[in-house]
């Protein structure tokens, strides 16, 4: 339905002036700590798996969403955890920094985005929140009570870089302080600006310097990432050549949240092209892990990669058979009831010349003749005719309404009127019953309807050529079909081959999970995540004591 409305064009058919942009992939060793986190992480997925904890204490998604941030760093769960300088957040600090010094000549500017660990919100500010976005309205930023944009903007301070050269997207609260800020960037006032993806999406125009962005985290939907590119490759970008660095912690998440995005693209882009779509793909909101895929993570076990992989395959190879078989279904149906509708078609002809050669009897050149009652009407007396069968044809159809009744003959041939009600509308309409029907819509001028009668039986010829080239169709349309019945399924024993792999690779990977759980019996766990719980918890009652306290201060002041 979409592509009967929507004319698709992509970047790659629009051939338009943009800069070249090379991808960096930004590899960064997980910390000891990181790796303890993950291991708490598989001992959390084993406990929600074994049903020892309730869904609204902790699920799959909320594993999930820890391990997204731990994977950027560990101070997004507690913020009093250690700042190791290995984490990839540290590293895209010195990124940043030494492509700030490399630039200063030409005052180059670059983005970091980051949708974890944003700056806290002002609250009870009506004024931004009737300005928001739909995009920031349907945002998947997070606050955390570790502030990552606080972190970068503090170290390149630290490194060198001016304050007023650092801007977050998030101080501009409304669209005139957004505009300001674009066009400083756009000046190279500010050469680095950090933001989030919705807030810095659409109708952010900061092109003209940028010469790096600097994907920190990992989106949910591959629109995201293709929304921040799209701030870089673009149209009035001074620079030839530019650079998107996309940052990966090894054995966290992150590998896996990227191949969950490839997957949703590959469905995502069968709608979103000129080609012609396949008719079902995948959801592409949030995507919690699975028990086994969480354990075997923990391991590194490349495994998991190649079962993503068949996933995506199976999924499309899948869809593809579907569609065969919808489409083999349909075949078969029209070659079963084609022998029926070749039958009706040759009827029709059959009447038709019946009720040509009636008419062949007739005079030459035929005498116009309209039988009313018992009066015939010939060609001199048109007009009369005219109101006869205007004041026959309504009286008919008034006494009964919904059912053929005959008025009189036309041509040798019985007059039927006959109405219909659609919807509290009535639609009339005439039909002359020879071996064949011929009808004629009723009009407001019945001189013109007796015209109409007069040219449905001269069409005769043509209505037997054109039902005489549908047989020739269905002839056509038939062979055709049954060319596609006959052709087997192009890949089946593709998709017979990787289903069977794919099966093979769950069970041993499910395998390999439980051999974990039982080698981690008796092993000492962690529990860094329930105390960051735990702190954040004592941090609310205290905000909530002191609350109180106040009030009863201002109660007191009051009385007094």
């Not at 760093?73 to 940043?96: A, H, Y």
């Amino acid at each position: 339905m979409f592509k009967q409305v929507a004319d698709v064009r992509t970047a790659d058919t629009l051939k338009l002036k943009v800069p070249e942009c090379e991808t960096h992939i930004v590899n960064v060793e997980a910390t000891e700590f990181q790796k303890t986190l993950v291991q708490e992480l598989a001992d959390r997925a084993d406990d929600v798996q074994d049903g020892k904890v309730e869904p609204t204490v902790d699920n799959m998604l909320r594993i999930t969403s820890d391990g997204r941030k731990l994977g950027l760093d560990p101070r997004l769960i507690d913020p009093s955890f250690e700042d190791d300088p290995s984490t990839k957040l540290n590293q895209c600090v010195n990124n940043v920094f030494d492509i700030y010094k490399s630039t200063e000549t030409e005052k180059l500017t670059q983005i970091v985005f980051c949708d974890l660990g944003v700056p806290h919100k002002v609250m009870n500010d009506k004024e931004d929140m009737d300005e928001k976005s739909v995009s920031e309205q349907n945002s998947l930023e997070e606050e955390c009570d570790f502030c990552v944009y606080d972190d970068i903007r503090e170290k390149l301070i630290a490194k060198g870089v001016s304050k007023d050269e650092i801007a977050f997207i998030h101080d501009a609260k409304n669209e005139k302080q957004k505009t300001e800020l674009f066009e400083r960037v756009r000046k190279g006032e500010v050469r680095v600006l950090l933001g989030s993806t919705p807030k810095m999406g659409t109708g952010t125009n900061v092109q003209d310097k940028l010469i790096a962005i600097h994907d920190l985290d990992i989106p949910w939907r591959p629109a995201d990432l293709e929304q921040r590119k799209g701030r870089i490759v673009r149209q009035g970008n001074q620079n030839e050549k530019v650079h998107v660095y996309r940052y990966v912690t090894k054995g966290t998440f992150d590998a896996y949240s990227y191949q969950t995005l490839e997957n949703k693209q590959q469905f995502i882009s069968q709608i979103m092209t000129s080609k012609t779509p396949v008719r079902r793909c995948e959801d592409v909101d949030q995507q919690a892990l699975s028990y086994a895929e969480i354990k075997t993570l923990c391991t590194g076990d490349e495994r998991i990669k190649e079962k993503m992989q068949l996933d995506s395959e199976v999924k499309g190879l899948q869809i593809e058979r579907a569609e065969y078989i919808n489409t083999k279904h349909d075949m078969e149906d029209k070659v079963k009831f084609a022998p029926k509708q070749e039958q009706n078609y040759l009827s029709i002809i059959s009447n038709l010349k019946k009720d040509k050669e009636h008419l062949m009897e007739l005079p030459s050149p035929p005498e116009f003749a309209l039988a009313i009652g018992d009066k015939i009407y010939g060609n001199e007396d048109r007009t009369e005719a005219a109101k006869a069968f205007e004041k026959a044809f309504f009286s008919a159809v008034n006494r009964n309404p919904d059912k053929p009744v005959k008025i009189g003959e036309f041509q040798g041939m019985p007059l039927m009127a006959s109405s219909t009600s659609m919807n509290g509308t009535f639609i009339f309409s005439a039909t002359l019953n020879g071996a064949a029907m011929h009808k004629i819509d009723i009009g407001a001028s019945f001189a013109n309807n007796i015209k109409r009668l007069e040219g449905v039986l001269a069409g005769i010829d043509q209505r037997i050529s054109d039902i005489e080239s549908r047989v020739n169709a269905l002839h056509i349309d038939v062979a055709e079909a049954e060319k596609i019945i006959a052709t087997p399924f192009a890949h089946e024993e593709e998709l017979k081959t990787k289903s069977e792999r794919l099966d093979q690779l769950t069970e041993e990977l499910n395998k390999a999970a439980m051999t974990i759980k039982e080698n981690s019996k008796g092993r000492q766990r962690t529990n860094f995540f329930d105390v960051a719980k735990l702190k954040k918890e004592a941090a609310k009652c205290r905000n909530t004591l002191d609350k109180q306290q106040n009030n009863k201060k201002k109660v007191s002041g009051i009385e007094d």
